[in-house]
């Protein structure tokens, strides 16, 4: 993976499994995470490997040590890329994305959890896979829609879906963090928020 100049820098891991020890938080140049959707996190060995070829500095580490025959490092937490990434001008249409633009709920009923996504014209009547036609939706308002339109399901839409920018999303992205955040990642991921006056 980081041996592709190209996109090492922006191939985060979403699986749980791959972030269960010791994950590191990727900071971009400016000391602003690379993403907050997901959030710019890297398994450890990814990380020391971009220390030894000098692509990143280690801002943070774990109190654990990994060893070689040479020598021991202790494991990064925060690393910061040496060269600028210049943020993504558009939000790709994702699954993951779809439900965090929705806030990972149903845009009819208001629900969490289990969750699907429901074209508003449905594709049968000529709706399109878009930004601006596909919402999260539980199954039961699902189901209920089925390939009605929206008029004729009885169901409301919360809003109207519509393209998130990237900026919109970051701020969707901070209020939704991972199952794990990292003391040493605090700094970092709140910074650019407003200080509350003591």
């Not at 109190?63 to 890329?81: A, K």
Request: hydrophobic share 35%.
């Amino acid at each position: 993976m980081l041996d592709d100049q190209g996109d090492f820098r922006t191939q985060f891991v979403r699986e749980p499994s791959g972030l269960r020890h010791h994950p590191a938080l990727v900071l971009n140049a400016d000391f602003r995470p690379l993403s907050y959707y997901p959030l710019s996190l890297w398994p450890w060995q990814e990380a020391i490997k971009a220390v030894f070829l000098e692509r990143v500095q280690i801002i943070a580490e774990y109190e654990e040590v990994v060893r070689s025959q040479r020598q021991s490092i202790r494991i990064p937490s925060v690393v910061v890329l040496k060269d600028f990434v210049k943020p993504q001008k558009r939000v790709a249409f994702t699954r993951f994305n779809l439900f965090l633009r929705d806030e990972f709920c149903c845009q009819y009923c208001g629900a969490r959890g289990e969750l699907t996504f429901d074209h508003v014209i449905p594709r049968s009547r000529g709706g399109v896979t878009s930004w601006e036609n596909v919402v999260a939706a539980c199954s039961p308002c699902n189901l209920k829609k089925a390939n009605k339109s929206l008029r004729n399901s009885g169901l409301k839409l919360r809003r109207p879906p519509r393209r998130p920018s990237p900026e919109e999303m970051h701020a969707v992205g901070r209020r939704f963090p991972p199952n794990h955040l990292h003391k040493s990642w605090m700094d970092f991921l709140y910074w650019d928020t407003e200080l509350l006056a003591e």
